[in-house]
C-alpha cells in the first residue's frame, strides 16, 4: 500500500522559512511526477509546485522566487523549501504523487495534509 508522509510545517514568522519533506512508500516501482498542493480555509486547493522525474519544475506565479522544489528518486522523496514567507501562505501543504506505478498498477496518491502557519 502506497504511503505518502510529509513533515516540516510549524508557524514561522513572515519573512523566515520552512521546509517540506514528503516521502512516498510502499512497493512503487516509478513516480512521474510529485509535487505540492496547499489549501486555505474557504479556498479551492492549488498548485504550489511540481516536478518530474527528469527534475523539471514548475510554480505558481505567487511562489516563483520564494519557493524551491526539489526531489531525490532514488528516495521518493519531495521537497519544498520555502523562502520569504508571507502571511497568504498560511494553508494546509499536500503532497501529491502522480502516476505511482506498483505491481498492482497505476494510481495518484495524496498525503495527509501539513499545517503552514505565517505570522505577520
Known amino acids: 500500500q502506497v504511503q505518502l508522509v510529509e513533515s516540516g510545517g510549524g508557524l514561522v514568522q513572515a519573512g523566515g522559512s520552512l521546509r517540506l519533506s514528503c516521502a512516498a512508500t510502499g512497493g512503487i516501482i516509478s513516480i512521474n511526477a510529485m509535487g505540492w498542493y496547499r489549501q486555505a480555509p474557504g479556498k479551492q486547493r492549488e498548485l504550489v509546485a511540481t516536478i518530474t522525474s527528469g527534475s523539471s519544475a514548475d510554480y505558481a506565479d505567487s511562489v516563483k522566487g520564494r519557493f524551491g522544489i526539489s526531489r531525490d528518486n532514488a528516495k521518493n522523496t519531495v521537497y519544498l523549501q520555502m523562502n520569504s514567507l508571507k502571511p497568504e501562505d498560511t494553508a494546509v501543504y499536500y503532497c501529491?504523487?502522480?502516476?505511482?506505478?506498483?505491481?498492482?498498477?497505476?494510481?495518484?496518491?495524496w498525503g495527509q495534509g501539513t499545517q503552514v502557519t505565517v505570522s505577520s
Open positions: 501529491n504523487a502522480d502516476t505511482v506505478r506498483t505491481w498492482l498498477g497505476i494510481k495518484n496518491y
